[in-house]
């Protein structure tokens, strides 16, 4: 007999069906049905009528990211809920999120229209390669939430432990630069990402390099209280410790600054604020960096103190780092690769990326989606950091993969394909049962 | 010359007591560490726990085999970095605490070599016949004020920032403790005080001066200090805590 399917009963692993031994008629997993955490939305929660609550990706100090099923859609999303701790609890059974107290009152409520206000900007912004796309968002339970496409990989900082705690400056700088190129578009916009650092920027399965969790929210000033607080350590520069600092494109400057010291060194340089009256900072190359002499020089001026000596935007930090040479030769590679797509051969051996076998024909991005400022034509779905850092004569490969390469396509799916695509699994399976 | 010690760590106005304090002394070998978890962040009280141990665990595994380098500045430093190691890992299995994190104060000594260390707004005081000469630079912005020329070392007591902390262990990335190392061994009439924001802020340094020269243990000194603090305090205060380390004529 056919079951209804509710949202007791999806897979929150793969969105099949479960049986009512509550194991999955399409990937075979028993679901998981203990408790989440108080504070936390339970799982299967159904968000806005839409999206079905999976798990808790983690915590900050300014919102819960979940894991969680589009239903109209079938595909997974996170979700970013603003909850700063602290500051709210949440109401068991409602979910509801209330301000725990009076003199807390204006400051989450001043966080919470910043956090809105910069989901609506982040949705007309979709789309670029180098950031995680907002796919919706919306209040409820008296808080409000972002929709962004859900990111399977690790963060860079987890990427670098894995290669030994330190990678050299042409792999940061091949991994970053989709990030920096989509960095510029953003800043066209007046936006300010505020937050950079290894552990928001996710290298995907595909070899995507993606942004996550612009700042907004932490940006105001949760005063009023007197419980110790801690600030960024280590990425923010100093005007971002002061209240009418003046924050733009410089502010990422010097987060990306850190990132890359950190990446190279494997440790931070003193914080901004310290530097301000005594700076003990050391060259990346004096502790064991490998960094070219124009790289290390333009890491340093991504590094000063005071805005006024840093590179104002991204643009010159680029030309600084990847040299005027290097730029001209990116640009002339994306020609290349528009007038003469390569082939399938040459993609595999410098991407661990393969064909689709039977999988759907790549087709073109969703129509909701706003085009991205013009990206080189692509012969294949993102294969991300595209060209190598140009250096000497030793081309390197592009990022190299964190992952197992995966024998099914990455392809960017419609959301038809993807429906498509549950809908044989699951035939497929109650064929099996049967 | 011999180092007695006393200590304590209070709850105050507060639900739950976040600081940790522990303390390793034998004639003139110590280690001595308060930590202060940071209120705001669920679980913390694990972490100034785990980094307070952690410290004296490899303070006395590093002393049983090698007590000159044990008390070295490197090696201070590398018991501050893995008790930071420590309190992530801890908090990678438990996700309820990620986002916990917890200031350090220590100070490790064989009686020639004191090296100091700290990390947060949780002090360490030194007393060389009981007249303060070394004090810790505070990581919040109150500090940075004063560093700037803007407010008084006095004044961080009361100042609007002194909650908003620059540095602090057990976070996302790995930060530098401030080391100092004294040059001079210890000689009886020193004094060490370590304590958390809880305390010091209502115990001015030369009524900690007067009290420990009036006082004739460790014990009494803590003692004369609380008294201090317990008039002053208002309602709903901080959890405090503080070690007193007096070295004496054997
Ligand atoms: N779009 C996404 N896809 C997949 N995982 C994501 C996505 N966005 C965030 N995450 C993951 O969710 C987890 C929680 O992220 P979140 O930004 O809420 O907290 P945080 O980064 O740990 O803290 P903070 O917000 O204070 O910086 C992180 O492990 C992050 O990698």
Redesign the interface.
């Known amino acids: 007999m056919a079951r209804i399917r509710t949202n007791k009963n999806i897979c929150l692993a793969c969105f099949g069906d479960l049986d009512l031994q509550r194991s999955c008629l399409a990937c075979g997993k028993k679901a998981d049905d203990t408790p989440s955490l108080p504070h936390h939305l339970p799982q299967r929660t159904v968000l806005n009528n839409r999206y079905l609550i999976a798990k808790a990706l983690g915590e900050g100090g300014f919102g819960i990211t979940y894991l969680a099923w589009d239903l109209a859609q079938g595909i997974k999303t996170a979700i970013k809920e603003y909850y700063p701790s602290g500051y709210v609890n949440r109401v068991p059974k409602s979910n509801q999120v209330i301000i725990n107290s009076k003199q807390n009152q204006a400051a989450s409520n001043r966080g919470l229209k910043r956090f809105i206000d910069e989901a609506k900007v982040l949705a007309k912004i979709k789309n670029l390669p180098g950031i995680v796309s907002v796919r919706d968002f919306f209040s409820a339970n008296g808080t409000a939430y972002i929709v962004m496409e859900f990111l399977d990989g690790i963060s860079l900082k987890k990427y670098m432990q894995r290669k030994g705690g330190k990678i050299t400056a042409d792999e940061v700088l091949t991994i970053l630069r989709p990030v920096m190129e989509s960095l510029l578009e953003v800043h066209k916009l007046g936006l300010v990402h505020r937050d950079i650092s290894p552990d928001n920027i996710i290298i995907t399965k595909y070899n995507e390099v993606k942004l996550i969790d612009f700042g907004a929210a932490k940006q105001s000033n949760l005063d009023g209280k007197s419980l110790s607080i801690v600030l960024k350590q280590g990425f923010a520069p100093e005007e971002q410790y002061r209240t009418h600092g003046e924050q733009g494109p410089w502010t990422d400057v010097y987060a990306l600054g850190v990132t890359i010291y950190y990446c190279i060194t494997g440790k931070l340089p003193p914080e901004s604020i310290q530097r301000m009256y005594k700076d003990t900072i050391v060259k990346a190359s004096e502790i064991g960096a490998q960094i070219s002499p124009m790289q290390e020089n333009a890491l340093l001026k991504s590094l000063a103190v005071y805005a006024k000596n840093r590179y104002q935007d991204v643009k010159q930090l680029m030309a600084g780092l990847y040299g005027i040479r290097a730029a001209k030769l990116f640009e002339q590679a994306a020609a290349q690769k528009a007038a003469a797509p390569r082939s399938a051969a040459a993609l595999r051996s410098d991407i661990p990326f393969t064909a689709p076998r039977a999988a759907p024909v790549p087709a073109p991005a969703p129509a909701q989606k706003t085009a991205a400022p013009a990206p080189a034509p692509r012969a294949a779905p993102a294969p991300a950091p595209r060209a190598s850092v140009p250096h000497a004569h030793a081309p390197r490969a592009s990022v190299p993969s964190a992952h197992t390469p995966r024998a099914a396509a990455p392809s960017p799916k419609t959301i038809e394909d993807r429906k498509r695509e549950i809908a044989q699994n699951r035939a497929r399976h109650l064929q099996n049962k049967k | 010359m011999k180092i007695l010690t006393a200590s304590l760590c209070k709850i105050g106005g507060r639900d739950y007591n976040q600081d940790f304090v522990t303390v390793s002394a034998s004639g003139s070998n110590a280690c001595l560490v308060v930590c ?1 978890g ?5 679980g913390s009280e694990d972490a100034s726990r785990l980094c307070a141990e952690k410290i004296k665990d490899l303070f006395e595994q590093v002393s049983e085999y090698d007590p000159a380098r044990a008390v070295k500045r490197i090696y201070c430093e590398a018991y501050i970095e893995n008790a930071h190691h420590f309190v992530t890992s801890h908090k990678e299995r438990n ?2 605490i ?2 916990s ?1 917890t ?1 350090v104060a220590c100070a490790i000594t064989d009686g020639t070599s004191t090296t100091f260390a700290h990390i ?2 949780t002090r360490v005081y030194f007393f060389r016949n009981h007249k303060l000469t070394y004090q810790s630079k505070d ?1 919040s ?1 109150s500090q ?1 004020a004063v ?2 020329g803007q407010i008084k070392l006095r004044d961080i007591r009361t100042h ?1 920032d002194q ?6 262990l057990g ?6 403790a401030d080391i100092e190392s004294l040059q001079k061994p210890l000689n009886a009439g020193d004094s060490i005080l370590l304590c958390t ?1 809880g305390f010091w802020e209502y115990v001015y340094e030369e009524e900690a001066e007067q009290d420990l020269a009036s006082s004739a243990t460790p014990e009494e000194a803590l003692h004369k200090m609380e008294k201090r603090l317990l008039a002053r305090i208002p309602r709903f205060n ?1 959890n405090y805590s503080a070690i007193v380390a007096m070295c004496k004529e054997d």
């Open positions: 202060d940071l209120g705001s962040y669920t996700p309820k990620a986002q994190c200031t947060g707004d990581h912005l940075v560093e700037l609007k909650n908003k902390l620059t540095r602090v976070s996302d990335y790995f930060v530098q924001d901080d």
